[in-house]
């Protein structure tokens, strides 16, 4: 029962961690990245007048809309340079908000009042002998640092629409409009009013398939995790195999009475297989409130801290889901039953 019972409450511990990590990350992306990315089906930009921007706000269920023109740059700042991704949006305050990121790149720090300098390239041809004249410049002051995770911190820089749209000679144009749902908004009738109201010219994207190759590999890594987690499970079940042997030896005479009563074969294995069902299955739950234990606990005391001290939190996030165990019974439901069956099969014959 014991050997059966760990592998069980690791698997949910596991599988409650990996949960924990998905939902703080997609927490994160939620105050970043919109619920709805409106944006050209074909092509870089497209012309604000050709989408509806004010119909899509007009919406049930909508907070808000903002176009968006997204493009790279060159940053400079008291003499240091980088590069970063620049994001346009509407309503905000006249000056540049930047990743921490960037801002430590850069060097910049509460009271440095020298503006923030934008080159990006011009649209057309180059010139070799004037190559100034081939990037445009603007200024603006640093009115804030935001911090979400490393790699958004260290490309993005937010910029009023109108500024990014003069630095990249864009006028009038956007890259995607952003659309913000209120809480617990139906998310696919909105998306379908979203894109009859865009129009064949334009695709609708939601905040999964915005990012969807980082969502993949954070489901592909979950169950990775999980099936490695079964093989430890089907290891620890062979147990339960040595187990039934040795009762089935042991209940040798206590077989030969039964038959000789006239018990069928088929009776006589099904006798054995509950008692192997009944071994595994108190296992199983003794490890299942031992892991429920742990991850309650962790939530509330955070027994284990992240290391390094690096990320936003302090300890491990865990969160317990009702189809996670449901899974992880219904895998050790089918591991224990085959390897039982196979056992009573092969030592009871007819």
Do not use: H
Not at 34 to 45: H, T
Not at 181 to 195: H, P
């Amino acid at each position: 029962m014991v050997a059966v019972g760990i592998p069980v409450a690791a698997m949910v511990i596991l599988m409650a961690v990996f949960s924990g990590f998905d939902e703080l990350i997609r927490q994160m992306y939620r105050d970043f990245d919109p619920d709805f990315l409106v944006r050209p089906a074909e092509g870089k930009v497209f012309d604000v007048v050709a989408l509806d921007a004010e119909k899509i706000g007009a919406l049930e269920e909508v907070k808000g809309v903002s176009f968006v023109l997204e493009d790279s740059a060159v940053l400079e700042y008291y003499g240091r340079q980088t590069t970063a991704t620049i994001l346009g949006v509407d309503t905000l305050s006249a000056g540049a908000i930047v990743g921490q990121g960037i801002a430590y790149e850069l060097g910049i720090r509460q009271g440095f009042t020298e503006q923030l300098k934008f080159y990006a390239p011009r649209r057309g041809s180059y010139s070799a002998l004037l190559p100034l004249s081939s990037f445009s410049a603007a200024e603006a002051p640093v009115t804030g640092v935001f911090v979400l995770d490393a790699e958004t911190d260290g490309e993005y820089v937010i910029v009023p629409l109108e500024f990014a749209q003069g630095l990249f000679d864009y006028e009038k144009r956007a890259s995607g409009l952003a659309v913000r749902l209120e809480t617990g908004a139906g998310e696919k009738r909105l998306k379908a009013e979203v894109a009859n109201i865009a129009g064949e010219d334009f695709q609708v994207l939601t905040r999964e398939e915005q990012k969807a190759s980082m969502y993949r590999i954070m489901k592909l890594e979950k169950w990775g995790i999980f099936f490695i987690g079964l093989l430890v499970l089907l290891i620890a079940s062979f147990s339960i195999v040595g187990s039934l042997i040795m009762l089935i030896i042991d209940k040798r005479a206590g077989i030969d009475t039964l038959e000789a009563m006239g018990a069928s074969t088929g009776m006589v294995r099904s006798v054995f297989v509950r008692q192997g069902m009944m071994i595994g299955a108190i296992g199983a739950l003794g490890g299942l409130v031992l892991g429920v234990l742990v991850c309650g606990a962790q939530q509330i005391f955070g027994l284990v801290p992240m290391p390094g001290g690096t990320f936003l939190i302090e300890s491990y996030p865990v969160r317990m889901r009702i189809e996670d165990i449901a899974v992880i019974c219904v895998a050790f439901v089918a591991v224990v039953w085959i390897i039982t069956t196979f056992t009573v099969r092969a030592t009871i014959k007819k």
